[in-house]
């Protein structure tokens, strides 16, 4: 059995993941208090249960042969875990049966003492899913993929015994993700890394209609009481009973990948309304999965609660950006949350722009007082009193840009060209006055609430600029990006591998694939390697990791750009260096299904492989071509220049059932 004991999510906590039945008392009585006015519908009960996920109710539900039983001494969370000595021929299951059809990820944090032993489902008595178990003494989150069930279905979640003692605590059922994405390549580190991390990021998305415990947190394990929780995913830490703002920011592009469009969906609206006039319309940081109720530990009042300035407008580019995977008319219609994108571009920068004089523009400020008065910057770890930051004014004009998107899908072209005018604006200011002179370390990357201009290294509030693409393209932004994975590379690379994971997404938006590919790898490399909060466990089992190296994949490696809502889609090969060819399956957009592979950075093929719409397809190649073919078909070799890169490109329209390949010569 396990020698140290780790404490992450408590058992409560994680066993309230599952299908909706009572799964451990509340800690309190006290119904929780509704803020946000979310509209909420009542959920079916899940069509699986789990009996007793966490052990804490002992043996209850469970079969034990000899040589296991329930101990307290080394929980993942709560109180109690189960065991199996070394040894073959232990075991500890459970069956359920299954009241519907349904298709489901299960997981379990395991520890082990050796290799060889195995978590396994059967599904009326045949082995469907399966993982031979290594040794590793720290708790690791495993997951059985994909698992279909039909009504009447006899499902047997069983641990059994290896060749040394194994631990496990806190299964979580997850609905399968919608998508079933699948990579091929000529290589294979890519295929192995995109099949890792959808399997990783899955496991995280919660079951709609679980009651569970809210308000759960490593100062607070019992949390303050239950509530329904809504769709929704993990972003944040796994010691908590919340999502939070820059994490699912981040992760929205992967959840997309895997059609989770219900959960972005609900999480983002969850955002929009928490960001009321009492708040001085910054949303909460952070909310319990319920999507409603504010999590306690990041919330205390009106006027104290966790705020950043970036992930306000961030929020509000990410809402574009699931409108355009999703082609949900709700981001344009839904009052509450055109109501946030209007006053996050208007009355947020109003009231938070008043220690520096930015001319005729207008940029919102931080106080630097700290996390819970309002930060301008997303490093909250530098300690510099920011009154502007780089990421700040970076998602700003990404916010404008996303404003304006948004007007023309709700057909208001006046509002979407004073978005744009404002977007424009905001950029030139930056390039002209706000960045200085300098260039690389000596660009201006934040102004304290004293009017110091701060050239060097401030992590967020540096790769955030060109990760905005607010820099405008040329030598400068070059010299940056060349600084910014020096800095990356060595003394300034930062501890917590949450912040590394938007490094890749920094280099492929300026078009450097082997930088982005390189830290890709490193991201993934490092995923068993344990995080650097000791209660998260390791850093593959912090959900943002996952989530983005498959967002980074398609967005970035395929150069995915979906427009859903105008039936369309723009591609560009960002393949690195030694990566000859690379193919994804089931790419969802919309209601449409494709398949797209590139042979380097010459040819595309793209199917539309279900659905009842044709797709626009504009097939972009770097630099002036002088022929492209559709389908071995001379087309007029047209080119465009985008953020300073030249592209020839296609708009060939690509029929349900169709194939079309466009190459250039």
Known sequence: MRRSRLSLLSACALLATLAPLTLCAPASATAPIERGGLRTTAMAPAPLTVVNPGFEQGQEGWQFTSG??????????????????SGAGKKVSQTVTASAQGTYDISAWIATGGANGTYVARVNGKVTASQILPSASNYRRYT???????????????????????????????????ADPKVSSSDPKIVEMFDWSKRKANSWVHLPGTQGPLNVDEHNTSGSGTGTYAPSYWAGYANRSGYYSRDMA???????????????KAMLRSYAASATAEHKYYPVWALNFDARTYLSIDYGSPTSFVREVPATFELVQKADEAYRWSGDGAYVNDPAMWDFYRHATNEFIDLHDGLKDNGSVKVAEGTGQGIFQG????????GEPLAEAGDAIGSQYQAYLAMA???????????????????RDLKTYFNSTWSGTGSAGNMVRGYTTDGRALTGWGKENSWFMPLKQII????????????????????????????????????FKNNR???????????????????????????????????TLLGQTVEGLMGVAPNAPAHALTTQSRLPSGMDWLKIDDLRIGAGTFSLRHDGSTKSVLTNTSGASAYTWEARFPGAHSTITVDGVPWPARTKVVDGATYTYATPTVAPGRTVTVQVG
């Open 68 to 85: 296991t039983g329930v101990a307290t001494n080394s929980p993942h969370g709560g109180t109690r875990l189960i065991y199996l000595d």
């Open 144 to 178: 059985l993929s994909r698992i279909a069930l039909a009504q009447g279905d006899k499902l047997e979640i069983a641990f059994e015994s290896g060749d040394g003692w194994v631990n496990a605590d806190d299964l979580m059922v997850s609905p399968s993700s919608p």
């Open 250 to 264: 981040h992760q929205l592009a992967g959840a997309g990948v895997l059609g989770l469009s219900a959960e972005n």
């Open 375 to 382: 930060t301008a910057s997303y490093n909250e770890q530098s």
């Open 405 to 423: 998107s948004l007007a023309r899908g709700k057909g208001d072209r006046r509002l979407a060209a004073t978005y744009d005018k404002k977007a």
């Open 472 to 507: 405008d393209p040329g030598a400068r932004r070059e010299a940056y990006l060349d600084y910014i994975d020096q800095q990356a590379s060595g003394s300034g690379k930062p501890s917590n591998i949450e912040a590394i994971t938007y490094l890749p997404d920094t280099f």
């Open 513 to 547: 694939s082997d930088t982005a590919w390189k830290w890709m790898k490193y991201v993934y490399d490092q995923k068993d390697i344990q995080h650097v909060n000791a209660k998260q466990g390791t850093n593959g089992d912090y959900p943002e990791v996952s989530f």
